[in-house]
């Protein structure tokens, strides 16, 4: 397929709303695994916990250990006590974070808002072109931000989901260690601490990566070419203990599985802008689709991504669109469950 004409319908499936997850399974490894190779197409219907089956000695899985931020906030307006609902989407340093306000007539600058909770206020200091705006927090010296936030917000859930998550840690991975996420890399909810220590058993070495994911993981796609389509940016880090393991797997013929697209894309982000992998902190808007060439990964574990989204596309580039589509169409009939709380698939 000509990459240049590669348009977002061509990346589209039928997909049943009942089929979209709306609560997490338990125990978490117990969810569907669907195993496809990338080279034939062949397709397996497992477990979760199988995966340890698939994953030899001398592999190397990488996993995103970011956290995510329980980033949905309602502030109540000082002069008024109106409620402003806020999305945190980045943190600027210095106690300032860009943030969707709405509605956004009641958070003009200048004004200020308490919590519910907490000590903690802010102030909108700035309206973007955009629309988001930036505000300051304060709150007492000798208290942590974080604290602060776990007390007074609730997870952002995608908008697909529309039950309320009865455990905040549900949609954490288990290994999640550094906070700044907006949604959370959800190929790595399969995980259990066990599952973990049985793969690291096989002698496949377990590292991690960071990449905060941006809400902008859940905005469709909106042009008809692909190439038109803008990515957004996130912030990674690819540690050197974990870079040098890559390049030692790689070297001894092992093979490197990134575990979700946010892992997979930290790796090739690396890969594109060092030509190799090496210890990394930038940011990135990667965009992977048919026709990209990968120099880091050889095989993924993900989730079933939404019809015609930046994350089909990726997974498409990796095993070549028919299959996918192949695979995608074959989960329907065998009503997989789809997206955050959903089933996984390797591509190996």
């Known amino acids: 397929m000509d990459t240049q004409t590669l348009q977002t319908k061509d990346f589209d499936f039928e997909l049943p709303e009942e089929l979209i997850a709306q609560t997490p399974i338990e125990p978490r490894d117990a969810s569907r695994l669907m195993v496809l190779d990338k080279t034939t197409g062949e397709i397996e219907h497992r477990h979760f916990h199988d995966i340890t089956e698939y994953l030899n000695e001398g592999d190397c899985l990488v996993l995103n250990n970011s956290r995510v931020l329980p980033a949905r906030i309602y502030?109540?307006?000082?002069?008024?006590?109106?409620?402003?609902?806020?999305?945190?989407?980045?943190?600027?340093?210095?106690?300032?974070?860009?943030?969707?306000a709405g509605p956004g007539k009641r958070a003009k600058v200048g004004t200020s808002f308490m919590f519910e909770g907490s000590s903690m206020t802010c102030e909108v200091i700035e309206v973007k072109d955009d629309g988001n705006r930036m505000i300051r927090f304060h709150y007492d010296k000798g208290t942590n931000f974080f604290t602060e936030l776990d007390k007074i917000g609730q997870m952002p859930l995608p908008p697909y989901i529309k039950e309320k998550l009865k455990d905040k840690e549900r949609y954490q991975t288990v290994y999640s260690k550094e906070e700044g996420s907006a949604a959370a890399p959800t190929a790595g909810l399969h995980f259990t601490p066990e599952l973990l220590d049985a793969i690291r058993s096989k002698g496949v070495k377990v590292v991690f990566v960071t990449l905060h994911v941006g809400l902008g993981t859940f905005r469709p796609v909106s042009v008809d070419n692909i190439l038109d389509h803008k990515m957004h940016s996130e912030h990674y880090h690819m540690p050197k203990e974990t870079a040098d393991a890559i390049n030692e797997t790689k070297k001894n013929g092992g093979r490197v599985i990134a575990v979700g697209t946010t892992s997979c894309r930290t790796i090739e982000s690396v890969a594109k802008k060092c030509g190799k992998i090496c210890e990394d902190d930038d940011w990135t808007d990667i965009f992977i689709y048919p026709g990209f060439e990968f120099k880091g990964l050889d095989a993924l574990i993900t989730n079933f991504h939404l019809p015609e989204s930046t994350l089909i596309m990726l997974v498409s580039a990796l095993a070549g669109r028919e299959h996918i589509l192949n695979a995608y169409n074959t989960a329907v009939k065998e009503r997989y469950r789809f997206f955050s709380f959903g089933d996984a698939m390797f591509i190996k």
């Open 75 to 100: 502030g109540i307006k000082n002069e008024t006590g109106a409620h402003v609902e806020f999305l945190l989407l980045k943190n600027c340093g210095d106690d300032v974070w860009e943030a969707l």
